[in-house]
């Protein structure tokens, strides 16, 4: 893997402090972890909250074997299956769930859980860029747009849009670069 | 050639050989420019998943769920006043002055304090000194001047055309009578503060700056920025950070108003008001349990024993004591 993957150290959360440091580093990726799930935000949210403070709750009796992020998004994992369950819903019976519960597996969920993380690090990256090659890079990646699309829309060259990638580019190979070095 | 171009190109399938040789070469020179192009490369094609990816709304979610959080040691409250201070945190003045000083300034409502019998000073202008009382000095402005004990004021320079004051050592209270034309301003160590007409109260000590504003506006300056309080802001810290606090704490000026007053404090912050106030530390020991400890009391002639007995009563405290400080060691509330 190339992206260090932060832990919070597991006493840690036994503490409201610690607890908000792991809040803030899993809160997002776990929801957006339900929402692959449930394709429903709100429902993605509060299956999350349910989950962080159940652990809250019983920070001083969960024995941590495995580590907290496996742990989350497993708990997501589970309580989101039996949402759908319990939901009856043509969801349940379409192949999908089916296809879920064996893409989403024990064995899987921690490889799952890492690309998650990947994710959630790589929005804050491009959350980071220079407002300008980031609006282009979204467009470009996320929104699947090409560059004559890109450049018609923002009314600049399409050399322009190749030089703004190259920017996002820079900034992004700097960013691994230092994680990189920190991870030696 | 550019390499982000290049890596570019080739993130798009898109490189010519000029540009693929020239990227192999890259990668050669060091174990670090090949790993940081396959996190881009991993990268490059995790975007494709990430389509739906958002941004959900973090703070938020974490202010709904520690609303319903308890936790024994940190209170809610405890962490509101964190909060509450933290987020005012900025730096301010920075210059290269190693000396660091203590000043602390309130403004009072002159009414509200009362004059509890101080004794006052017969020197003539000049300096003033203090060593174990509280004295008091009329000023030819019709200004006063309340001087803490152990403390030392330049008033030599002082005439009715020029108010300025120099605060050398310790605390000092001023009622400042009002004349526009004419700026009465306390110079202390390299701080300058200056009013029109209105009282306020200035500290040295060691190490911080502390100005504390009870009500109107005080102008502070180091000679290169000025910085305006309003009532019931302090700025405290040393010369190169400053934190403003939004404090509105008439107990900071204990010492000449003679009272310490809390309505409904947190008892923690009361706890700073009493150790400044008797020049002794009374501190909680780390496990004592205070997110439910409030106080609603008023001191004025109790000695630092009286307090500590009525702590007792209030909260079932227990301590140890030492010559420097007084620790809760257990606690009730």
């Not at chain 2, 003045?93 to 009362?114: D, E, M, R």
């Amino acid at each position: 893997m190339c992206i260090i993957l932060v832990i919070v150290d597991l006493v840690e959360i036994k503490s409201k402090k610690g607890f908000k440091q792991m809040f803030d580093i899993y809160y997002n990726p776990l929801c957006n972890f339900a929402y692959s799930i449930l394709r429903n935000s709100a429902k993605a949210e509060d299956i999350v909250q349910d989950v962080l403070m159940k652990i809250w709750e019983k920070r001083n009796d969960i024995e941590f074997n495995s580590n907290v992020k496996t742990y989350l998004f497993t708990s997501v994992r589970n309580k989101s299956f039996e949402y759908i369950r319990s939901e009856k819903s043509e969801r349940a019976k379409i192949s999908d769930y089916t296809l879920l519960q064996s893409r989403l597996g024990d064995d899987k969920i921690d490889k799952e859980a890492t690309i998650m993380m990947m994710k959630e690090e790589l929005n804050n990256s491009i959350r980071h860029l220079p407002p300008k090659c980031r609006d282009i890079f979204v467009l470009s990646k996320l929104q699947g747009l090409t560059y004559n699309e890109i450049a018609e829309l923002k009314n600049i060259s399409v050399k322009t849009v190749e030089t703004q990638m190259s920017i996002a580019l820079r900034n992004l190979r700097e960013k691994f670069k230092a994680k990189l070095d920190n991870e030696y | 050639m550019n390499i982000d171009s290049v890596i570019h190109n080739y993130l798009l399938s898109k490189e010519s050989k000029e540009e693929l040789r020239l990227l192999e070469s890259w990668k050669e020179e060091s174990k670090s420019n090949l790993e940081v192009l396959q996190a881009l490369e991993n990268n490059w094609n995790l975007l494709d998943e990430m389509k739906d990816y958002r941004a959900f709304d973090t703070p938020k979610a974490w202010e709904e769920l520690s609303s319903n959080m308890v936790e024994e040691k940190e209170s809610k409250v405890e962490e509101e006043i964190k909060a509450r201070k933290e987020t005012k945190v900025f730096p301010l003045w920075k210059y290269a002055i190693a000396a660091s000083v203590t000043l602390l300034v309130g403004l009072f409502v002159w009414n509200s304090v009362p004059n509890n019998g101080v004794g006052t000073a017969s020197e003539p202008v000049g300096i003033l000194t203090s060593v174990n009382d509280i004295m008091t000095k009329d000023l030819e402005d019709g200004s006063s001047v309340w001087l803490n004990k152990s403390s030392a004021l330049d008033i030599s320079k002082f005439s009715k055309s020029n108010r300025s004051i120099a605060l050398q050592a310790g605390e000092a209270f001023f009622q400042v009578e009002s004349d526009k034309e004419n700026p009465f301003s306390v110079d202390v160590s390299d701080f300058q503060i200056t009013v029109v007409g209105t009282a306020f109260n200035v500290k040295k000590a060691d190490q911080e700056v502390e100005i504390y504003v009870h009500e109107g506006v005080v102008s502070v300056s180091n000679g290169k920025r000025t910085v305006q309080l309003r009532a019931g802001d302090m700025i405290t810290g040393n010369v190169d950070n400053f934190a403003l606090f939004d404090k509105d704490n008439d107990n900071l000026v204990s010492w000449k108003s003679k009272k310490l007053v809390f309505k409904n404090t947190f008892l923690p912050e009361a706890l700073k008001d009493i150790s400044r106030h008797y020049g002794k530390s009374v501190e909680l020991s780390p496990g004592a349990a205070t997110e439910n400890c409030f106080i609603s009391t008023e001191f004025r002639s109790e000695t630092l024993e009286e307090v500590i007995e009525e702590l007792k009563v209030l909260f079932q405290i227990k301590v140890s004591e030492n010559e420097e400080r007084i620790i809760i060691t257990e606690i009730n509330c």
